[in-house]
């Protein structure tokens, strides 16, 4: 592994607006964010300027037949994807139809291990002998062709509300609202799918009160918490209407009504305290997502959904509890197949299938070997038919498409798909061999063709000194940060290496003190590869070093302190 190249941001050279501090300023600058417009929208983004519900294709169309349900007190089903944009969507959506004053109303969702993803006929079919007139989709559908057609041969209509990117034909269905279809120009690509599902319901209130239905109980603000887990969990851009839902959904979500997240807020040591988008996304739900990973009695959905206080403390140990085992399974899997590949005479990939891993991990595991080898990771759980499930991940440096490697081992697939950075397969085992050579033939022509050397662009240099209280509370205003709107990369130099302490999983603690300043402070660098210059070389205390970091605030034990995300690290030159 190469050393990665720290290069800074263009700057626009412009005086800084008073009573911005100076080093806010350098950033937004960084950031190409220098009208006074921009910034006011920044900081203060406001409800009041999303987009119109109706931009998007459709939507009036889907939200008329809901009104028609309305009158006709129709039984409606909200098929929702398993994962949690799918289940953040689905609690939204079903809060806001009760608010709305629908009563006929159920929900099914495929489970993610016996199951699988998408839109089932037999789901469909069952989904008739109850009664169901109207089916709305979140999160999922836009590929639903044989759902599709069941659903108009039963009698069925069949509304599809998803932000996938479609096939080259849309299933036949009643109709079909995504801001990605080709015949959609709103701009709300960037939605995820509780996003599309929350314009879906601001579009039926305004149906509904054009038809002089009262809808007094709805509050959209009251669904911001459903929206913001979904959209910082399914890593959408935090651009524009995202970016403004998501601000005022962190709020939302740290004064949620809802007693299941609540308590498990409470249980992390989240609650009454203000939120970031890492605290939902890195340790709130994962917590979540162990429980439809693993399918031990308890879903996603049941936190969103109880409203008894007592059983949602109950229904807390639980998850916490099963939030432990898969990170027991996670950490034997991971280790069992990082000492297996070691063994294994693959350069260019880290692919294995075993008996022994649990279906709801392997996606967990590809990314640990993915990052611990630098290569893209084939993670697959072979089940008593000898058909192996699996998912990929490429590691964070590499641009190589996962899907390219995929399509050239085809002809040995049963199926597989998902993105250039992510995706699933399932073959059969007796086929393993032949697939890890086509593999690895594949990716060791792409990994010449490919840059190795990871390439950091940061926004400031700055010192420790100026990381104030001051500084902080407008620096907490800047975000939430997150894919489309990066957290700023601050680079520090000449600091010396006071404490270095090794934690469980991989990751460091270090206590580094400014040379020039006298200033300490605390960071943490998490799962670096073993293969990192600075690890290789080794480091003891007394070393100087650079690091790029993002400055953050850390809660423990009531205490406010300030600490750094390390993202690299070098020796200082």
């Not at 290496?497 to 605390?522: M, N, P």
Request: with cysteine.
């Amino acid at each position: 592994m190469q050393e990665s190249l720290w290069q800074p941001k263009a700057t626009v050279d412009v005086a800084a607006p008073t009573p911005m501090p100076e080093l806010i300023w350098r950033i937004l600058s960084a950031k190409q964010i220098t009208d006074n417009e921009q910034i006011e929208t920044l900081l203060q983004p406001s409800l009041k300027n999303l987009a119109h519900p109706f931009v998007l294709t459709n939507l009036e169309k889907a939200t008329q037949r809901l009104h028609e349900a309305f009158l006709k007190n129709e039984k409606i089903c909200v098929y929702a994807d398993f994962d949690l944009d799918g289940t953040s969507g689905l609690a939204l959506m079903l809060k806001g139809l009760k608010d709305l004053g629908y009563d006929n109303v159920i929900h099914y969702q495929p489970k993610r291990l016996s199951e699988g993803y998408g839109v089932h006929v037999k789901a469909i079919e069952e989904l008739k002998t109850q009664g169901v007139d109207v089916v709305i989709t979140v999160d999922v559908g836009i590929t639903a062709h044989d759902a599709a057609i069941k659903a108009n041969e039963i009698g069925i209509d069949f509304i599809i509300t998803d932000h996938h990117l479609p096939k080259e034909t849309l299933p036949e269905a009643y109709t079909v609202v995504n801001p990605n279809q080709n015949a959609c120009d709103s701009n709300l690509g960037y939605l995820c799918g509780a996003g599309v599902a929350f314009y879906f319901l601001l579009g039926l209130k305004l149906t509904l009160n054009k038809n002089n239905i009262l809808t007094p109980e709805f509050n959209p603000k009251e669904l911001l918490d459903c929206f913001v887990i979904g959209t910082l969990t399914d890593l959408v851009p935090l651009v524009h209407e995202n970016r403004v839902l998501v601000k005022h959904g962190l709020v939302a979500l740290e004064k949620t009504k809802r007693p299941g997240l609540k308590k498990l807020l409470e249980a992390l040591g989240m609650g009454n305290k203000a939120l970031t988008g890492s605290d939902v996304a890195i340790r709130f739900a994962p917590k979540l997502n162990a429980l439809s990973r693993l399918e031990l009695g308890v879903m996603p959905i049941d936190l969103f959904l109880i409203e008894d206080e007592k059983k949602a403390d109950q229904l807390i140990k639980k998850v916490l509890s099963f939030n432990d085992k898969r990170i027991h399974l996670q950490k034997k899997s991971e280790d069992q197949a990082l000492d297996w590949l070691k063994k294994r005479d693959q350069q260019h990939i880290g692919f294995m299938a075993s008996e022994e891993f649990h279906k709801g991990v392997v996606g967990l595991v590809a990314t640990k070997v993915a990052q611990t080898r630098l290569v893209p990771a084939f993670i697959g759980s072979v089940n008593n038919e000898g058909i192996v499930t699996g998912s990929c991940r490429r590691p964070d440096h590499s641009n190589i498409s996962l899907l390219d490697g995929l399509e050239a081992v085809a002809e040995h697939m049963i199926k597989f798909g998902g993105h250039a950075p992510a995706a699933g397969f399932m073959f059969e085992y007796e086929k393993f061999e032949l697939i890890e050579k086509g593999l690895e033939d594949f990716y060791k022509v792409a990994s010449q063709q490919e840059e190795q050397r990871q390439i950091f662009e940061y926004d400031v240099m700055a010192q420790f000194s100026e990381i104030t209280p001051v500084f902080m509370r407008w620096f907490d205003q800047l975000g939430p940060f997150g894919v489309g709107f990066e957290a700023p990369l601050f680079l520090f130099e000449n600091l010396s290496v006071e404490k270095i302490t090794e934690l469980r999983g991989g990751h460091f603690k270090f206590s580094l003190k400014a040379r020039q300043e006298l200033t300490k402070a605390d960071a943490l660098w998490f799962s670096p590869s073993k293969f990192h210059p600075v690890l290789k070389k080794g480091m003891r205390p007394q070393d100087i070093v650079d690091i790029l970091a993002e400055p953050q605030w850390n809660f423990f034990n009531g205490r406010k302190s300030l600490q750094y995300l390390i993202k690299d690290i070098r020796f200082s030159v």
